[in-house]
């Protein structure tokens, strides 16, 4: 069973950064897709950045600009980089890994964005 372990949240203020990290249990080329999502109290699931599964990138609106996400297949890792946060970025952080039968989950990292 694929297991997927997010680290890097915190609390930080506005306009700090922080880095998620989201690691995978075994080798990250058996997955053909993966990325972020976030939810935030009272609101809907969100996607924030994505790699396709034909390797390019896609991001929130919301984030654009501000957010990177990037990976390292050998680590088996992926990351998500992201600056200049604003309070409405609070909001629990997944990370998401689509494999060939299941998708795969990480148990959430919480982001507070607080002065």
């Known amino acids: 069973q694929v297991q997927l372990v997010e680290s890097g949240g915190g609390l930080v203020q506005p306009g700090g950064s922080l880095r998620l990290s989201c690691t995978a249990s075994g080798s990250m080329r058996s997955f053909s897709a993966m990325g972020w999502h976030r939810r935030a109290p009272g609101k809907e699931r969100e996607l924030v950045a994505a790699?396709?599964?034909?390797?390019?990138?896609n991001y929130g609106n919301s984030v654009k600009g501000r957010f990177t996400i990037s990976r390292d297949v050998g680590k088996n890792t992926m990351y998500l980089q992201m600056n200049t946060l604003k309070p409405e970025d609070t909001a629990v952080y997944y990370c998401y890994m689509v494999g060939v039968r299941q998708n795969y989950w990480g148990q959430g990292t919480q982001v507070t964005v607080s002065s």
């Open positions: 790699f396709t599964s034909g390797g390019s990138t």
